[in-house]
Structure formats: C-alpha cells, structure tokens
C-alpha cells in the first residue's frame, strides 16, 4: 500500500530497514503468530460466487472452504462483516447454530459433530454489502471520458476488509488460494488477480471465472469490473496490463513503458522471476488515495498511474515511483508476507527503499537520491507523556 502524501518521505522509512536487517527475526510459526483468530483450523482453498446487484448496493454470493483441522474441534470461527450466512454445512452436513457478530466482526459455526483432523469442507451461501466507500467490495461512480455517468465495482482488502466481501479467515499469515467467480453486466471487462479461465454470457450479464490464485493472504484479493479497457505488452511470459476508463486507456502508455522496465529489473534483482502469469494496474478513476500491490492486479487511483500531455515533471515522477513501489511488493509482501501486521513497517519500508533505488536506476537525471535528503528536517518534538491509564480501563 503507499498513500500519495508519503512517496517524498522515503529517506525516513530506509532508516527502519537498516535497522531491521540487522535484527535477529525468529522463523514464522504460524502457533506464534499474533492474531485472534484460533488456530486449530487454516484454510486451503476458497471458491466463491459473487453476484452483484449495483442498484440495490448488496451482494449474494456461494463459498466452498477446504479446510485442515488441527487439532479436534466443535466449532469454527472466522470473520465475517455485514454478511448473513445460510446453509451452512460442514462435509455436506448441516451445522448447528451459526452467530455472525458484526461487532466482533466474526462468525461463529458450533457444529453439530467433532471435526476430526484432516481436511473438511465448509460451505455455505450468504449475502452482504457493496461499499461505496473503497473497503472490501466497493461500488464507484465515475464519468467516462464522453461525460456519462457510469459505475464500476472494484476493492480493496488491506488491513481487514477482504472480510466485508467473503467470510474468512482474514489474517496474514493464513495464507490459501482463492478461486473468484463474478456475475457482471455483460458489457464489462474484468480484472482480477489471475486471468480469466472463463467466461459465459446469460442476457445481459456474464459469468466470469478466474483461474485459482496461488497462496495468499486474503488481503490481497482483488477484483475490478467495469466499462474499462487496457494497454498490454509482455517481459518475458508475464503479460503488463495497464487498464483505465475504456477511451482513458492511451493515458496508460508511460505506466505500460515503466512496468515494462521495472518488472525486468526486478525479475533480475530478486532472483526470483515474477511468478505470476500477468501483472495487470488499474487506475481506479478517483478510487482512493493512493496504490495497492494486489498481487497480480495493482490497483491505482486515476492520478498515481495515468498521465496526459500536460503531466507535470512531478506526476511523472510520482508515476514511476509509485509503480516501482507496488511492484517491489509482488515480492516483498506478496511472495512474501508478514506473519501479523507488527512487521508491515519492514515490509513498507524496503518496498519504498526497493522504488527510490529502481527510479534512480532508471532515471538518473532526475538526482532522485539527492531529493530525497530533506531540504527541511522535520522539527523533533518529543512525544508527550501518555496519559496514565486507570486500572478499571485495561
Ligand atoms: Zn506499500
């Protein structure tokens, strides 16, 4: 994730990095890993349905959930947010009571029978709400470049909103594939974080069935559909998409050239080659402040990755920072995640430091080292002393 108003404030971030490198981290352990939920059952696999109703703002959708239970259990929590879950079942059998407490933003299923260890399915059906603020599964008015109105659905999951779209287990370091079906008007493309393995057309809408993810936290699921249409080129056997507002796409030319640059950097630098068979960005037009390192699908506001003629020398810069900074993440964050969000500042901080060095390296007359030492230090104040807590609020 990078909001715009922190791209000039690298030099900070690079200082936490160095620290970091020099920590003695222990491995993961998912036992270890802060979180609320249990962990005696982790998720595999998800396969989930969508079908949304833009003019009545919800959703009803199917979910299938390979689970591996770890130790005996009678019941399954998970999270869930402004969603109602119905049929709820457990390898076909009906479950018990089912409690889905928005304040808690959990559900709770109390099963009928002992789930043993080893792997079961959990499947239900259930209905929420789209946004129409950008979290979860969000609804967002745009005008089209002739000046109609239109409206696009897209998302954004990071920290804990991938939970307002599907009931899960919405923490990072419970990491499963994601296979995506989503019910659209049938004159929409649609994006997602792996490319579409199939598409049926029923009247005026259309059934789109994405290719199943590899593991990944839920956070980075991500989804956009819309009258939208994109540039493309490949490096290697990734395929680039840049996509905007269908008629905005040629806007997209400079990103396109950028990522085209940045992916064969950093195919090389990691060693590790991009793994994914696209990496598509898509400028969500007045989406949200700032980009979102999707894995495979980066979601942009309009202004972080579209530039016209008259683009500022600033905008252009911003541009290619911003991507070099998503794109750090499809490794770092993505191929990698932190176990709990303690450690997002390591994984924040060397995506900024992975992007100043990728635009020094690519743009070398812009000094980009030497413009990121602050003209200006900020004024240290020390903190103020907190408050002292009362016993009776701990
Ligand atoms: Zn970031």
């Known amino acids: 994730m990078l909001q715009l108003t922190r791209i000039r404030r690298p030099g900070v971030l690079l200082v936490l990095a160095t620290a970091a490198a020099s920590g003695n981290a222990a491995p993961f352990s998912l036992d270890a890993a802060p979180g609320r939920l249990p962990k005696d059952v982790v998720p595999l696999d998800y396969t989930i349905a969508v079908v949304p109703d833009l003019e009545a703002k919800t959703f009803t959708g199917t979910e299938t959930v390979t689970l591996r239970v770890r130790a005996p259990t009678g019941r399954l929590v998970f999270n869930s947010l402004n969603e109602r879950l119905r049929d709820v079942r457990l390898d076909g059998k009906p479950a018990g009571e089912v409690v889905s407490d928005d304040h808690e933003q959990l559900t709770t299923v109390t099963l009928n029978h002992v789930a043993a260890v080893g792997r079961h399915t959990l499947t ?26 239109a409206m696009l659905l897209s998302t954004k999951m990071e920290s804990t909103d991938a939970r307002r779209m599907l009931p899960c287990w919405d923490e990072p370091a419970f990491r499963a594939t994601f296979g995506l079906t989503m019910t659209v008007p049938v004159g929409w493309a649609t994006v997602s974080n792996m490319p579409v393995a199939r598409r049926s057309v029923h009247g005026s809408l259309a059934t789109v069935t994405f290719r199943r993810s590899p593991r990944m936290p839920s956070y980075l699921i991500e989804f956009t559909g819309g009258d939208i249409a994109a540039l493309s080129a490949r490096v290697g056997s990734t395929t680039l998409g840049i996509w905007a507002a269908r008629g905005r796409e040629q806007d997209g030319s400079t990103a396109l050239a950028n990522a085209q640059q940045i992916l064969a950097d950093y195919n090389d630098y990691f060693g590790f080659p991009y793994p994914l068979p696209k990496l598509d960005s898509i400028a969500v037009p007045g989406g949200f402040s700032g980009a979102m390192e999707n894995w495979g699908a980066i979601t942009y506001t309009d202004q972080a990755l579209l530039l016209t003629k008259s683009s500022t020398m600033q905008g252009r810069q911003d541009v290619f920072s911003t991507q070099a900074h998503e794109m750090a993440h499809q490794w770092n964050g993505d191929l990698v995640t932190m176990g709990w969000w303690d450690d997002i500042w390591l994984n924040e901080s060397f995506a900024s430091w992975m992007a100043a060095k990728e635009t020094a390296l690519r743009n070398p007359q812009w000094k980009w080292w030497e413009a990121r030492t602050p003209t200006k230090r900020p004024r240290w104040t020390p903190m103020r002393a907190a408050p002292r807590m009362r016993s009776s609020s701990m």
Request: no cysteine.
């Open 124 to 149: 239900f059906a259930y209905s929420g709400t789209l946004e129409t603020q950008p979290h979860g599964l969000f609804v967002q008015p745009f005008n089209k470049p002739d000046g109609a109105h």
